[in-house]
């Protein structure tokens, strides 16, 4: 198994005004399920959970400029994966 899609995004702090949270998750392609998440939020660090990675999981499958990209970086992902078989 690879490294699987990584999806990254600086998202805009609702309690901090100003501050960017950089938040990252990363997809298994075949399903699509996210294998490792990581933001340096409090929420995340105390709980393991918090409301970036909601946001960024979100994005994924409501915004369509970052779908298309995901979708790309999955295509990529799966060709060369048929490389490596052949
Ligand atoms: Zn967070």
């Known amino acids: 198994m690879g490294?699987?899609?990584?999806v990254s995004a600086d998202i805009r702090s609702k309690s901090r005004k100003g501050l960017l949270q950089y938040t990252r998750?990363?997809?298994d392609?075949?399903?699509m399920k996210i294998t490792m998440?990581?933001?340096?939020c409090e929420g995340y660090t105390f709980r393991g959970h918090c409301w970036y990675i909601e946001t960024l999981k979100q994005l994924v499958v409501s915004d369509e400029r970052v779908r298309e990209e995901v979708?790309?970086?999955?295509?990529?992902l799966?060709?060369?994966?048929?490389?490596?078989?052949?």
Do not use: N, Q, Y
Not at 3 to 6: F, L
Not at 37 to 40: I, K, L, Q
Not at 78 to 86: K, Y
């Open 78 to 86: 799966m060709r060369t994966e048929e490389d490596i078989a052949s």
């Open 29 to 31: 392609p075949p399903i």
């Open 37 to 40: 998440a990581s933001c340096d």
């Open 25 to 27: 998750i990363v997809l």
């Open 3 to 6: 490294e699987g899609i990584a």
């Open 71 to 76: 979708m790309k970086a999955k295509e990529e």
